[in-house]
C-alpha cells in the first residue's frame, strides 16, 4: 500500500504555530476523495481533527475550530494543516489518512494512514 507521508511537527510553546504538511502521494496524478487530519496522545484513543474534500469543504473537530486550518494545494497533492493557538492538550502523534478514490491504480493508496509527525505544545 501507498501511504501519505506527513512532516513539519515539532516543539512549541503554548500560543505558538505550526504547520503540517500530508503528502497524499508519491504519484502526484492520484487524487483522493477526502484528506484528513487525526491525532491520537499518549494513553488516549486516536481523534478525527480535520478534513478536506476534493471540493475544497473543510470540517473540523470542534476542539480545533478557530484556530487550526485545512487547505489543500492539488497541484502539489498535499494537504496542510495550519494550526494556531496552540494549546499544551493539542499535544499529539498527527497522521493523515487519505480517502477514497475513483481511480483503480491509484486505489493502492486509498484509505492509508501515514507514519504520524509528532506535535509536542508546552505550557
Known amino acids: 500500500q501507498v501511504q501519505p507521508v506527513e512532516s513539519g511537527g515539532g516543539s512549541v510553546q503554548a500560543g505558538g504555530s505550526l504547520r503540517l504538511s500530508c503528502v497524499a502521494s508519491?504519484?502526484?496524478?492520484?487524487?483522493?476523495?477526502?484528506v484528513s487530519w487525526f491525532r491520537q496522545a499518549p494513553g488516549k484513543e486516536r481523534e478525527f481533527v480535520s478534513e478536506?474534500?476534493?471540493?475544497?469543504?473543510?470540517t473540523y473537530a470542534d476542539s480545533v475550530k478557530g484556530r487550526f486550518t485545512i487547505s489543500q494545494d492539488v497541484a502539489k497533492n498535499t494537504v496542510y494543516l495550519q494550526m494556531n493557538s496552540l494549546k499544551p492538550e493539542d499535544t499529539a502523534m498527527y497522521y493523515c489518512?487519505?480517502?477514497?478514490?475513483?481511480?483503480?491504480?491509484?486505489?493502492?493508496?486509498?484509505?492509508?494512514w501515514g507514519q504520524g509527525t509528532q506535535v509536542t505544545v508546552s505550557s
Open positions: 508519491r504519484y502526484s496524478f492520484c487524487r483522493y476523495d477526502m
Open positions: 478536506i474534500d476534493s471540493a475544497g469543504t473543510t
Open positions: 489518512k487519505t480517502g477514497p478514490t475513483y481511480d483503480n491504480f491509484c486505489a493502492i493508496g486509498s484509505n492509508a
